[in-house]
């Protein structure tokens, strides 16, 4: 094979036009993931990017938005109990599950309705 693939760049969630403000509370405050400016020549769609890890987490507009129930990214956090503890905090619903092959989890759902999982490696 002459390509590989060497990771993801980003992940896309869709949220509804005018969702900055509750995106960069969520996303920016209380996960504390720093914004990110999007490229010039995307600012006028909408929308907002974060920094997470070596990824990134784009909001991006999306008309007839419906929040994605089961398709979702998988978030890799250190202290996964204190994120708990963050998420309670700001009245934030955490759906706890089983661990998977080393990796304690929850799921959350964003202010837009889509699913979040949160995991921890053990």
Not at 79 to 100: F, G, R
Request: glycine share 10%.
């Amino acid at each position: 094979m002459s390509f590989e693939f060497q990771g993801i760049d980003h992940v896309q969630l869709a949220a509804p036009k005018g969702c900055e403000i509750k995106a960069r509370d969520f996303f920016g405050i209380i996960l504390g993931l720093k914004e990110i400016p999007k490229p010039e020549n995307l600012q006028g769609r909408g929308g907002c990017w974060f920094q997470c890890g070596n990824q990134e987490i784009h909001i991006g507009v999306e008309e007839d938005f419906k929040g994605a129930k089961k398709a979702h990214p998988g978030l890799v956090v250190k202290n996964l109990e204190e994120l708990k503890k963050t998420l309670l905090a700001n009245q934030i619903m955490i759906m706890e599950d089983i661990p998977i092959n080393g990796r304690n989890r929850i799921h959350v759902n964003d202010p837009f309705g889509n699913r979040l999982e949160f995991l921890e490696y053990i």
